[in-house]
């Protein structure tokens, strides 16, 4: 007898076995012809998860949306979007930026209200608690907390409003009074720089006198012009308050206290006479001595009235407009020079008057 192979021996034992039938449930059953029977066992579905039917905050929404993400580093090769720029009016959209605003904000509140109402929710539990169940009841505390957030915010923004309108009507207040302040000072000034010019008047009239009588004896071709201003520029100084003008004959209810020889003389003069040098010198000199008591009455009349405006809290700048000529013009020459060398070596300004041993030399 022959030797079999295992090939021949393995095909020998398997023949005639018949083969068992297997249900294929992954295919729906077909006649021959392919057509399915309506009986015909149909495929089976995956089973539905039935969805939490609980309306979410948009705030816990997004929560969700960021929660679901896969936490894991990006593959190589892949590119990271670029951060998105929060948009106008400070309100964030991302799950970090919401983490990030005060607690004292209606984000804020919103969250720390939505951890708590998940801590509460996530405790230990007879019967399990689904994930919808927990996001629902932190979204209804986000809500809560954003809202009593919200409140707080505008409790705060009217409470700020309300106290920048109280400093607003405390400096439109200030400034009235400060209006109303300013109006009765410029009014006192002006009332009290009134009377300072009453009072420097004679001052005024007989610094006029003085520097015509001075103008008049520097002339170097003297004429009977010359001589009649330098006459009446010393009776203005005489008497400040003479109403006689320059041309008209003196008279006694004119010249006032100017005497009866000056008053003459001033007439001849108008009438052609001259004068000569030696009295055209007496008369400068009669009109200086007597314009120094008018300097030394204009600086105390000055200080009485700085002494006022500052006790009345005014300005004195603004009262007293001083009247006493600096040192160096024709009313008030340099008196500090013996010689004129003296003078020269000074380098005064041009127009500077000197009086150099009782006469009177301008810089040129």
């Given at each position: 007898?022959a030797?079999?192979?295992p090939?021949?021996r393995?095909l020998?034992m398997t023949?005639g076995?018949?083969?068992?039938p297997?249900a294929n449930?992954?295919?729906?059953?077909?006649?021959?012809a392919g057509?399915?029977?309506?009986?015909?066992?149909?495929?089976?579905?995956?089973?539905t998860i039935?969805?939490?039917?609980?309306?979410?905050?948009?705030m816990?929404?997004?929560v969700?949306?960021q929660?679901?993400?896969p936490?894991?580093?990006p593959?190589?090769?892949?590119?990271t979007?670029p951060?998105t720029?929060?948009?106008?009016g400070g309100q964030?959209g991302?799950?970090?930026?919401a983490?990030?605003?005060p607690?004292?904000?209606?984000?804020?509140q919103?969250i720390s209200q939505?951890?708590?109402?998940g801590a509460?929710?996530?405790d230990?539990r007879d019967?399990?608690v689904?994930?919808?169940?927990?996001?629902a009841?932190m979204g209804a505390a986000?809500?809560?907390?954003?809202?009593a957030?919200?409140?707080?915010?505008?409790?705060?923004?009217a409470a700020d409003?309300?106290?920048?309108m109280q400093l607003?009507?405390?400096?439109?207040?200030?400034?009235?009074?400060?209006g109303?302040?300013?109006k009765?000072?410029?009014?006192n000034e002006?009332?009290?720089?009134g009377e300072?010019?009453k009072?420097?008047?004679?001052?005024?009239?007989?610094?006029?006198?003085f520097?015509?009588v001075?103008?008049?004896a520097m002339?170097?071709?003297?004429?009977?012009?010359?001589d009649l201003?330098?006459?009446?520029?010393y009776m203005?100084?005489?008497?400040?308050t003479?109403?006689v003008?320059e041309?008209?004959f003196?008279?006694?209810?004119k010249?006032?206290g100017v005497?009866e020889?000056?008053?003459?003389?001033y007439?001849?003069?108008?009438?052609?006479?001259r004068?000569?040098q030696?009295v055209?010198d007496?008369f400068?000199q009669?009109?200086?001595?007597?314009?120094?008591p008018y300097?030394d009455m204009?600086r105390?009349?000055e200080n009485?009235?700085t002494n006022l405006s500052?006790?009345?809290k005014?300005?004195?700048?603004?009262?007293?407009l001083?009247?006493i000529?600096k040192v160096?013009?024709?009313?008030?020459?340099?008196?500090t020079?013996?010689?004129?060398a003296?003078a020269?070596a000074?380098?005064?300004?041009k127009g500077?008057?000197?009086m150099?041993?009782?006469?009177?030399y301008?810089?040129?």
């Open positions: 007898m030797q079999m192979t090939a021949q393995f020998m023949q076995r018949q083969t068992r297997v449930m992954m295919r729906q059953y077909q006649t021959p057509i399915t029977p309506r009986m015909a066992l149909q495929r089976p579905q995956p089973p039935a969805q939490p039917t609980a309306r979410m905050s948009p816990m929404q997004r969700a949306q929660a679901a993400m936490r894991m580093t593959p190589a090769g892949t590119t979007p951060p720029t929060p948009p106008a964030t991302g799950f970090m930026d983490f990030s605003q607690l004292s904000s209606p984000m804020g919103a939505a951890a708590l109402a509460r929710a996530s230990y019967t399990p689904s994930l919808g169940r927990v996001l009841e986000a809500s809560g907390g954003y809202q957030g919200l409140k707080e915010e505008r409790a705060a923004e409003f309300a106290r920048r607003m009507q405390f400096a439109q207040k200030e400034r009235e009074i400060a109303t302040l300013g009765e000072t410029f009014t002006k009332q009290l720089r300072f010019d009072q420097a008047k004679n001052f005024d009239e007989a610094r006029l006198g520097e015509k001075q103008k008049a002339t170097e071709t003297p004429t009977g012009a010359t201003a330098l006459i009446f520029g203005k100084v005489i008497d400040p003479s109403v003008r041309g008209e003196a008279t006694a209810e010249a006032g005497s020889q000056l008053r003459n003389l007439n001849k003069v108008r009438t052609g006479q004068l000569t030696e055209r007496q400068v009669a009109a200086r001595t007597q314009f120094q300097m204009q105390n009349i009485r009235y500052e006790a009345y005014l300005d004195p700048t603004k009262v007293v001083s009247r000529p160096g013009t024709l009313a008030n020459p340099y008196t020079f013996t010689t004129e003296d020269e000074a380098n005064l300004p500077t008057y000197v150099i041993g009782g006469q009177l301008v810089e040129e």
